[in-house]
């Protein structure tokens, strides 16, 4: 059984930084692609990045485009989430996805692994 474990939220002032983790554990996830996506509260669940593992081919939403930074290392099964230049607008609940298999995909119903979030909040 493959579990993701989400790490590294907390309050920061805008304009400041944060690293989020994700350590997966239960398969080797070689092949997987993986994602962050972010809920906040009163609002629907949305991409924020995907790194395909194998060919590393990456992708942002826009709006964390040139601000955030989706990284893996692979000896550790672990996929990182580099954020700066933070906005309380950025303020939600975290998750880390994984896709087995498939491309860097902006759909959350593509990612068949989950984990249970890492809340982040930016104070004006």
């Known amino acids: 059984q493959v579990q993701l474990v989400e790490s590294g939220g907390g309050v920061v002032q805008a304009g400041g930084s944060l690293r989020l983790s994700c350590a997966v554990s239960g398969r080797t996830f070689s092949s997987y692609t993986m994602a962050w996506f972010r809920q906040a509260p009163g609002k629907e669940r949305e991409f924020v990045a995907a790194?395909?593992?194998?060919?590393?081919?990456?992708t942002y939403s826009d709006d964390v485009k040139g601000r955030f930074t989706i990284s893996r290392d692979n000896a550790k099964n672990t996929v990182y989430l580099q954020m700066n230049s933070l906005k309380p607008e950025d303020t939600a609940l975290y998750y880390c996805?994984?896709?087995?298999?498939?491309?860097?995909?902006?759909?959350?119903?593509?990612?068949?692994?989950w984990g249970r979030g890492t809340q982040v909040t930016v104070s004006s």
């Open positions: 996805a994984g896709n087995p298999g498939g491309g860097p995909g902006r759909l959350a119903l593509l990612y068949n692994y």
């Open positions: 790194k395909s593992w194998s060919e590393g081919i990456t």
